[in-house]
């Protein structure tokens, strides 16, 4: 297992961390004795350091993470655990759902604890139920070893989260494909020049950088036949010198066999490797289907459309041809009544269109296209 130095923290982390937001299910619920014999044969093969919330498997994920933990010293693995301010309604909420976090888990103290999710709107939740200075106050106590904040948002509210406090880490979302996304590789350089921890998030951007139509994966395959698609991914965050743990949702025993494999005699990535990576990015980014930039200046659409995320649903299935992911994101438009279907063609949207996009046309392209691959 790779290890790294957290010189800011005195410690060291395995590489590969177990990120239990993604258990096997069972009948709906966590699989556990799947979910059990998964960390244990993580943990077996070095990794040290286990990641939950508040609200992963709608509060089941600390459960199980508890019933896993006490077969072990508890000295022996980092724990991370994250708190929802979103969930917080009036200051003393901090420290009812710390607390109820410690008895879920069954530990006297979290080693690293988190802001979860932070954003523009959460920033001001912080500050209106002063969380950091009540936070201040466990780490005194023993309770929390190290804070820090998860985050999504983009580069410029990034900018003042990391502001905001002496964070002893940080954690983000980073994969090849997501380098100018949210804060982008922009704000790991910002977090290691402040000599700030990362752990990374979302590492095969969930799953989707691990498994691609059979033209580019032999781009791969033809480089390393017995490599995972995926192993690509998670070595190319793992060659970043400042990050200290990659974050992987593990759902199958393969998952974790094979991640295992990838953070054994880790090899961070090399020249010529790195530059087939940018060619798969840029056969990836070739077969997007609209130039959509995400701007939003043609909504609102009178008829309930949701122009950009009926596009960006098309792209993404496009490139990474990820079914689970598309079905989910079209399911939450029906539910929202916002899918392509809505649209009367009255051409109201086209003009505002920056990038000369026939939005209409294009709406009707997208519509064909999910019907044909059986995504609705
Ligand atoms: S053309 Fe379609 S998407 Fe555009 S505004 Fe009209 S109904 Fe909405
Ligand atoms: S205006 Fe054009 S580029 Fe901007 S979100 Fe709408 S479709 Fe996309």
New binding site residues.
């Given amino acids: 297992m790779e290890y790294r130095n957290l010189e800011k923290l005195s410690i060291k982390t395995s590489l590969l961390g177990f990120g239990c937001m993604r258990f096997p299910l069972k009948d709906g619920k966590i699989d556990r004795y799947l979910s059990k014999k998964m960390v244990d044969y993580a943990i077996k093969n070095g990794v040290n350091y286990i990641d939950t919330a508040y609200f992963y498997h709608n509060g089941e994920s600390e459960l199980v993470v508890k019933e896993i933990i006490k077969d072990y010293d508890r000295e022996s693995f980092y724990l991370a655990d994250k708190l929802p301010t979103w969930m917080i309604k009036e200051e003393s909420d901090v420290l009812r759902i710390f607390n109820d976090q410690l008895d879920k888990t069954g530990v006297d103290y979290f080693d690293f604890y988190l802001i979860h999710a932070v954003n523009k709107t959460r920033l001001e939740e912080i500050k209106k139920y002063k969380v950091l200075e009540k936070l201040k106050q466990l780490k005194l106590q023993g309770k929390i070893r190290y804070i820090g904040f998860s985050f999504h948002d983009n580069l410029d509210v990034f900018k003042e989260a990391v502001n905001l406090f002496d964070w002893d880490f940080c954690q983000i979302q980073l994969n090849y494909m997501d380098t100018n996304h949210q804060q982008g590789l922009e704000g790991y350089d910002i977090l290691t020049n402040r000599e700030i921890p990362v752990i990374i998030m979302e590492p095969i951007k969930g799953g989707s950088l691990a498994k691609f139509n059979p033209e580019i994966e032999i781009m791969f395959n033809d480089y390393n036949p017995t490599a995972s698609i995926s192993s690509w991914a998670l070595r190319w965050v793992g060659s970043l010198p400042n990050v200290k743990v990659i974050l992987s949702g593990m759902s199958t025993m393969e998952h974790v066999i094979d991640n295992i494999q990838t953070f054994t005699n880790f090899k961070p990535l090399e020249k010529h490797e790195l530059e087939l990576i940018d060619s798969v990015k840029s056969k990836l980014i070739s077969l997007t289907k609209v130039d959509c930039t995400d701007c939003k200046y043609c909504m609102p659409?009178?008829?309930g459309?949701n122009?950009p995320t009926n596009f960006k649903i098309y792209n993404q299935h496009a490139m990474y041809e990820n079914d689970k992911s598309a079905k989910w994101q079209l399911s939450n438009l029906e539910k929202s009544n916002q899918t392509s279907e809505n649209?009367?063609?009255?051409?109201?949207?086209v003009s505002k269109c920056p990038q000369n996009i026939d939005?209409?046309t294009k709406?009707k392209e997208s519509e064909e296209y999910f019907k044909e691959y059986g995504l609705k």
């Fill in positions: 659409c009178e008829y459309v122009i649209c009367v063609e009255c051409q109201e949207c939005i209409p709406l």
